[in-house]
């Protein structure tokens, strides 16, 4: 999903690094509308883990039509901002290159949600093969009709820019949801989980709702929070929007490896605490650490040996490829030292403790990241470097933060 992004952002860098900086600002705002709902769908995946791990399998799907439901009911609220909100919240000289692309990607926003849901019943039966076999081929399609809808095809459309990244984007995202909803209703599934019996249980929604709202705040006030630092990048020049959406588009690719860490951490951590082996909790601590550490040498080798060469997908100014080098050595400190925080954050939501963790991110992202960088920008100067330095600085001190929840607090909430 994210090489998805990745490849739609060199392909607008190609068509014209204008429409690639705006696809990357409103893109940080759909990100934010987008987490707003999947961050709750995709808490179906503790309960998942919790019903499956307590061998409590006709409960297991509960949680995911709850929470299909509330996809699905979304789009009352998504659509209407896409149509309408656009131009009060995109900055001015971007707006024109964007809102289609805005527009298009909000009313199909309903869709990644949905995925969310499911794919967090399978994560959490830890049957996570259909939700990669489903990405790779929904993601591979998106770059074929990317390509073509972006830059046209001679005698049967003219080039798109943003529009044909958002209507092959929407295109993928259908072909994606389908893929793991026909699995969820197959016989396979049904025979062990009752998968096709759809119920409203307000008991699981709430609960769901509860453990899902904290994380969902969360994460917008997080997304919200770059969107902050882009508008300070915004206010200081030109330069420094290319300079850091480049740094950026490098960031979002990397995260795959922490995520599935972060996924494998609230599916391994929730089976755990329902079967209660809470003596197993160190040992996943520790492989997940490792593995971030392993990947980080994993990508932080063929970027930095490779710099210029994937600076030049992205733009061929050589007044930029300096600046970007010394910066991304900061971009991959920040996404190791931000993966191991959260390693320990999502262990704290397996278990349901969502207020802290939200809680904590929102007061990391604006306490500690955004002000810096604000009186920076207002007094100093603000250059590529200080914004990366900075929230490595900021995702080194929440580990702190999330090790002493882990070892004073009482923090597993969530009994079944």
Known sequence: GLLMITIDRIMLSHYDIMVMNSVAISGMLIFAFEVAVSAITSMSEVMAGQFNGSEQYHKTPTSTWQMLMLSASSIVFLIPVGWLVGPYIIPAEFLEYSHDFFKILMTSLFLSSGF????????????????????????????????????????????????????GTSISWLVQFLIVFGTFLSKKQHEKYNTRKWCVDLKIMMTTLKIGIPSAISYVLHILGGYAIILIVVDTSTDLVTMHSVCMNILIFMFFTSEGIQKSVVALGSNLLGARRYEALNSLLYVSILMEFTAMLFLAVPI????????????????????????????IVLHFIEGCAWVFGYLLIAGGDTKFTSIADICGVWILRVLPLYFLHKYHG???????????????????????????????????
Not at 305 to 329: E, M, R
Not at 388 to 409: D, E, N
């Open 116 to 167: 969310s849901a499911i794919a967090g019943f399978f994560i959490g039966t830890k049957q996570s093969k259909i939700v990669a076999i489903a990405s790779i081929i929904s993601n591979m399609l998106n770059i074929a009709l990317n390509y073509f809808f972006i830059f046209g095809v001679d005698g049967y459309f003219d080039p798109m820019g943003a529009k044909g990244a958002a209507i």
């Open 382 to 416: 603000l250059t590529v470097n200080l914004i990366w330095q900075i929230s490595s600085v900021s995702a080194f001190i929440m580990i702190f933060v999330f090790l002493y929840r882990l070892k004073y607090a009482k923090w597993h909430k969530i009994e079944v």
């Open 304 to 331: 930095l040996f490779f710099a210029d060469q994937v600076i030049a997908l992205y733009t061929a100014d050589p007044g930029f490829t300096a600046t970007i080098k010394s910066a991304l050595i900061w971009v």
